[in-house]
Every structure is written in structure tokens, then in C-alpha cells.
């Protein structure tokens, strides 16, 4: 006698997202005061350290989807959440004695293109087929080096891969972010050097700001008061298809006599 016994089982997904064949790596530069967080024995501690932010440089770029200037209390909040990951938390402004002052620059690379029109033999017409050139301007990749933290990659003494893996990221049009945590005591009475410095970033082509926003965030909060040797290329689960399955439930058995 064969059993043939059939099931059955709910299924349902979840978080499908469309991102457009857009990359959700998240390129990171983090940097740390040697002693920054560290205990009397050399361990990492997370103590909680309160904080104001303060309006830094905004770079525009050319994409019209980018956030205005005006919009960065919003943009504040999904950092502030990121930042409680790691026992910041935020104050109001009038707070007398807070212990950082985060300063946050943000916005959009530029990747700036020299065009030249090539000579064509005599007796052909410049129609719309025309060939142009199109070179990286290498004045440009120099900043969104800076910006991004790739420079050590790029003009360091680094393999041709992790060069070339870094050129790509620094000439692609970036949505970024650079924040920079100041003792708030010393640079309020005098010129100091940062805390810590985290950079990072998410290629912007094909997304929308709301998107990055949370992209970045959810990648940048592991690294925030954190001091790493190399940029760190990491992917956002942000939008990641889940499957979930539900109970197994016996349909019915069958009987088959064999033969």
C-alpha cells in the first residue's frame, strides 16, 4: 500500500522593493582617536556620550532629486537614530553640557565630464551621430576622493584592484555623508581636531533620497565612534526580499494498492 500524503503551506513575502538595478553597497570611511572609547585594559566601550548637531557644508550636485539645504533637521533625525545604535543620544540646542558637538556635512558628488568634439574627415557632415570623447576630470575625482575617504585607496600604495574598485566608486554620482564629532568644551573655546570622522556614501543613480537615507544609516551606525584602517565596501539589506513560510498542514492521505 503507497501513501501519498498531501500538504499544504502558506507562503508570503515580504519587503520586495524595486531599486531600479541601483547598488545598495555603502562605501565607509571611519576614523577614531586611538584612545577614543577605550577602557584602562584597551577594550572598546560603548559609554553613552550626549550630542547637538550642527549644520555643516551641503553640497548640491547636479541631481534635481537631492534634498534641499532646508531639509536637514530631517535628515537629522534618521542620523540620530543611527547614532543611538552606538549610546549617542541626542540634546536639544539649549542643553548647557553636552558631550559632542556632531558636525554633519552632506549631499551630492559631482562627476564632472570634459567633452571634445572629434575632427572628421573632409567631406563628412557633423550630423547627430557625431563621436565624442568623455574623460574623467581628474580635478574632480580629487575632491570626491576627499569626500568619499578613498584617497588613500586610490594614490596610496594599494593593489591595481582595490584602486580600480575605489576609482569606480569615486566616479560615480554619490549621495554622502561626513560626520565629524567634536569634544563640545574644547571647540567651543578653541580650534581642535575631531573625535571621530565617519564617512559614507551610496551611488545615486536610479534612487531616491528618502531610500539612501536609509540605506546609509542602517550600514553607518556600526561605524560611528569607530576606528578603521581601510574604507569598507558593505551591502544594505535595506529592501532585500524575505520569504516567510507558514504551517505544514496535512491536506489528506490517500491510499494506492500496489501492484
Known amino acids: ?7 499544504s503551506f502558506g507562503v ?17 570611511k571611519a576614523w577614531a582617536e586611538n584612545d577614543y572609547r577605550v577602557s584602562s585594559t584597551g577594550e572598546q566601550i560603548a559609554r553613552p ?22 531639509e536637514f533637521e530631517e535628515i537629522c533625525e534618521y542620523l540620530e537614530k543611527a547614532l ?3 549610546n549617542y543620544v541626542r540634546v536639544d540646542d539649549d542643553y548647557l553640557n553636552p558631550d559632542l558637538l556632531i558636525v554633519v556635512d552632506w549631499g551630492q558628488t559631482t562627476v564632472k ?56 566608486a569615486t566616479n560615480k554620482e554619490r549621495y554622502f555623508f ?8 574644547k571647540v567651543t573655546r578653541k580650534k581642535t581636531d575631531p573625535l571621530w570622522t565617519t564617512k559614507f556614501s551610496v551611488e545615486a543613480k536610479w534612487k531616491n533620497y528618502d531610500e539612501a537615507l536609509v540605506q546609509l544609516s542602517e550600514v553607518a551606525a556600526n561605524y560611528f565612534g569607530k576606528n578603521v584602517d581601510d574604507i569598507s565596501f558593505e551591502r544594505s539589506e535595506v529592501g532585500k526580499s524575505k520569504v516567510e ?5 496535512v491536506i489528506e492521505t490517500l491510499g494506492e494498492d500496489s501492484e
Request: glycine share 8%.
Open 113 to 168: 565630464i570634459n567633452t571634445g568634439v572629434l575632427e572628421l574627415p573632409s567631406g563628412i557632415s557633423n550630423g547627430p551621430n557625431v563621436i565624442h570623447t568623455q574623460d574623467p576630470d581628474p580635478y574632480f575625482e580629487e575632491i570626491n576622493a576627499e569626500l568619499l575617504g578613498t584617497s588613500e585607496r586610490i594614490y596610496g600604495n594599494t593593489s591595481i584592484l582595490e584602486k580600480d574598485a575605489a576609482k569606480w
Open 178 to 185: 561626513i560626520l565629524s564629532a567634536y569634544d563640545f568644551q
Open 49 to 70: 556620550e550626549n550630542y547637538v548637531f550642527f549644520e555643516g557644508h551641503f553640497e548640491p550636485g547636479n541631481s534635481k532629486t537631492l534634498l534641499g539645504k532646508d
Open 84 to 86: 543611538e545604535l552606538q
Open 1 to 7: 500500500m503507497k501513501k501519498i500524503i498531501l500538504l
Open 12 to 28: 508570503s513575502a515580504a519587503g520586495f522593493t524595486h531599486l531600479s538595478c541601483s547598488s545598495n553597497t555603502v562605501l565607509v
Open 245 to 249: 513560510y507558514g504551517e505544514i498542514e
